[in-house]
């Protein structure tokens, strides 16, 4: 439910619907609903329906445990991983919101007033969406930047970069995200589709289109994107030139590389699971109007977004799991200490422990 995917900018017309990478043409459309179940086959859309959960129940589940890992093992809450647990929370309320996207942005059985969920549940999902998105994106720079600090600037980072201060900026980059994904609650809403009663659907506004705040809304989107990765490009480049150019003297040297090496793949993530959505986004400004392949790819492009959109919000605890033996170490030792006693052998006596 990204605002960014809303739609491209000042050309489109009424008919622009909120969707996450899930872009539908602007153009007049007799039957929207039924034009659009018609852009794909039915085995697609069940393909990335089972996709999508599979994401759902791994991301819930490894955003979970790594909240809970950072929270309860007082080893594992250094400032990386405060900032770590906190993107963890922003993508576990992206994952909580995927059930709704799938069900009225890619099937659309029934209108959005067929349950009543109401205006205020339709601006909340969208503004929810938005924030952790922008939440992340935040996180990940803020994270590279004390990186690149602990490694080019190591005297000034360690005066620097305390958890009180760490969670201080954690604090403000969430304030950040929330303010930038204000905008929302004008430019979305519950509006009716002047087909009978309960015929309404949660989609960008009129008001958006016509004051020039969806085109701005879709210049920030793209800010939010194209300067952290201008960030990340030469904090990255400043920290490899560092790391690879000096001889590992120490294991400080070596852990340090090990942990760029996981925030690398982090990044890598992001840039991965983004890139697509803008291209499809740009192909489907540029071709409206224009060919029908060409509109059809972008439409591809769109649905590929959606997936990867929920896909970059359950990749890190894999990627924490497959790069930190320590990060794989805590998780083991927090099931275990949660698994009930008679799931564990019985101890023999030569393994028994004497109680003081």
């Known amino acids: 439910m990204d605002v960014s995917a809303l739609g491209s900018g000042s050309s489109c017309s009424e008919d622009c619907v909120v969707g996450s990478g899930c872009l539908e043409d602007c153009g007049n459309q007799s039957d929207r609903t039924d034009w659009e179940w018609e852009d794909f086959s039915g085995a697609e859309l069940v393909c990335v329906t089972a996709v999508c959960v599979l994401l759902l129940a791994l991301g819930i589940t490894g955003n979970m445990l790594t909240i809970l890992v950072v929270w309860l093992r007082p080893h594992l809450r250094s400032t990386t991983y405060l900032y770590l647990s906190s993107m963890a929370v922003s993508d576990l309320l992206i994952l909580l919101l995927m059930p709704l996207d799938l069900y009225y942005k890619l099937w659309r059985f029934w209108p959005w007033g067929f349950w009543d969920l109401g205006d205020t ?4 999902s969208v503004f929810v969406s938005e924030s952790c998105t922008y939440s992340s994106i935040l996180h990940i720079t803020a994270l590279s930047l004390e990186r690149y600090l ?6 000034t980072a360690k005066t620097l970069v305390t958890r009180t201060r760490v969670r201080t900026l954690i604090g403000c980059l969430w304030v950040v995200a929330v303010i930038s994904a204000g905008p929302v609650f004008a430019m979305v809403g519950v509006e009716d589709l002047g087909g009978g009663e309960g015929e309404s659907e949660c989609r960008c506004t009129d008001y958006a289109v016509s004051s020039g705040l969806l085109g701005a809304m879709m210049w920030l989107s793209n800010l939010y994107f194209l300067v952290p990765l201008g960030i990340l490009g030469v904090v990255y480049g400043l920290i490899g030139r560092k790391l690879w150019l000096r001889p590992q003297r120490s294991s400080r040297d070596r852990a340090q590389r090990h942990t760029i090496k996981m925030l690398g793949m982090i990044v890598l993530a992001f840039v991965l699971c983004w890139l697509p959505f803008h291209v499809g986004r740009t192909l489907f400004s540029v071709t409206l109007g224009s060919s029908a392949d060409m509109y059809y790819i972008s439409q591809y492009f769109n649905l590929v977004s959606f997936v990867l ?14 790069m930190s033996a320590r990060y794989r170490h805590a998780v083991r030792s927090l099931l275990r200490s949660h698994t009930p006693r008679s799931l564990h052998p019985p101890l023999t006596p030569q393994h028994s422990t004497t109680t003081l």
């Open 309 to 322: 959109f929920y896909l970059s919000a359950a990749v890190n605890p894999i990627l924490y799991n497959t």
């Open 150 to 155: 602990a490694v080019c600037r190591p005297l």
């Open 121 to 124: 549940v339709c601006k909340l």
